[in-house]
């Protein structure tokens, strides 16, 4: 059955999608922001006039944050336009732009005007598309411009003292999930690795339109102004350590999906992931659900029945990150916990562990070698132990009394008298 005929019996109410969209910009795109591209397009097609955020994310099932983050991202990819309010930012309405770059702008300003009118949407096209639009709306409200001048002028006394106690966040930086991915997470806020940067790179990179976009989609997250100590660590982390804007956009609503928006915690997440070269959110997201693996696994060997608390995933990133411990290898250690003591014991797997460290055991393969080595060595302490064959069995205390000897005699009286008695 090479081929599969399709038929119908009706010709429902459709809705138009473009093949290059399908082809060139769904296959990468999140599934949740295909929906909302999809959901709008019809709703523009049929020319809806009850149409709002609120309303989109009731019928998709999904938070109004969520629809969002659709719209910038399809804003981003030049699919659509957003007219926003000059003062709050607040977005009055949209219009969806042809999915390829050389457009029929003659043919299609009809169109888009047509359809762009059911919602009340200003649909005057410029040759530049919708980042062009984009940026000249930045440059209108002055954001970019606006948190650039709260640098400048708080920057020689912010700088010194960010990179030196890191101010404005709390000083513990503890992770309620996986650590994205690092113990260090959950050290103290004041051992966050400094920052360096300057006030040139940032009016560097306000020319670049992607670093122009993710400090407006971060300000979106955080759902306020940005400080300067946030422009700072954004910065550095798209010129510095190359940061993608995928990353970046999933450090942030990584961080404030667990209620942690202060600065020092994101840099913290940020610098983990860099060090373990973590370069996609995909891999960002692997290592947070190894992360949370490890910590149910671990449970569940112990026989907990509940999540480890902070200090117990405390002793878990110690296995794994300071003794680089198999998974497999902590799992054996809490199971001979179990079976020696009956009950969990962090304290005495931790010992388990360290003396399997101590001999460099990393996998399940070093755990076997390193208990063949130990019942070779017994077997031959016990073979060195002086044979006890040959020798007079040890008296007990009773045979320690001296012995008296008795005559025949002195038996013969003892049984007369007995029996005179």
């Known amino acids: ?174 992770s309620d999930v996986h650590r994205a991915s690092s113990s260090a997470q959950e050290k103290n806020s004041s051992t966050v690795k400094p920052i360096q940067v300057s006030p040139e790179q940032i009016q560097e990179l306000s020319a670049n339109e992607d670093f122009v976009w993710v400090c407006n989609v971060v300000e979106s997250y955080l759902e306020r102004p940005m400080k300067p100590t946030e422009i700072q660590l954004i910065t550095y982390l798209y010129g510095t350590l190359h940061f993608s804007r995928e990353l970046i956009l999933h450090l942030y609503d990584y961080c404030i999906s667990m209620g942690k928006t202060a600065c020092n915690y994101i840099q913290t997440v940020a610098l983990s992931w860099h060090e373990q070269g973590i370069k996609t959110p995909e891999q960002a997201q692997n290592a947070s659900v190894r992360y949370l693996a490890s910590y149910n696994a671990v449970s569940k060997a112990l026989g907990l029945g509940r999540g480890l608390a902070e200090i117990e995933k405390k002793y878990v990133d110690h296995w794994q990150n300071d003794w680089n411990m198999d998974l497999s290898v902590i799992l054996e250690a809490c199971n001979r916990t179990v079976l020696k003591l009956h009950h969990a014991d962090f304290k005495y797997t931790e010992g388990i562990l360290s003396h399997w460290n101590e001999q460099n055991v990393r996998t399940l393969q070093g755990v076997e070698q390193s208990d063949l080595h130990y019942a070779q060595t017994k077997e031959q302490k016990e073979k060195k132990k002086p044979s006890t064959s040959g020798k007079q069995t040890p008296r007990n205390q009773f045979q320690n009394f001296k012995q008296r000897d008795v005559s025949s005699e002195e038996l013969q009286e003892l049984e007369r008298k007995l029996l005179m008695q």
């Open 1 to 174: 059955m090479d081929h599969i005929l399709l038929c119908t019996n009706h010709i429902p109410p459709i809705t138009t999608i473009y093949n290059s969209f399908i082809e060139d910009y769904m296959p990468a795109a999140n599934g949740s922001y295909v929906k909302v591209y999809l959901y709008i397009a019809k709703c523009l097609q049929a020319k809806e006039s009850n149409f709002s955020i609120s309303s989109l994310a009731d019928q998709l099932e999904n938070t109004e944050k969520d629809i969002l983050r659709a719209l910038m991202y399809w804003e981003k990819k030049g699919l659509m336009s957003l007219n926003r309010d000059k003062a709050t930012g607040e977005i009055l309405g949209l219009e969806m732009l042809i999915p390829f770059a050389e457009r029929d702008f003659d043919t299609y300003e009809n169109t888009a005007k047509e359809s762009a009118a059911s919602l009340g949407v200003d649909s005057d096209l410029s040759e530049t598309g919708a980042l062009d639009r984009r940026n000249s709306d930045l440059s209108e409200t002055g954001a970019l411009d606006r948190r650039n001048s709260d640098f400048s002028e708080t920057d020689a006394a912010n700088t010194s003292t960010y990179e030196s106690s890191g101010t404005d966040a709390p000083s513990n930086v503890n």
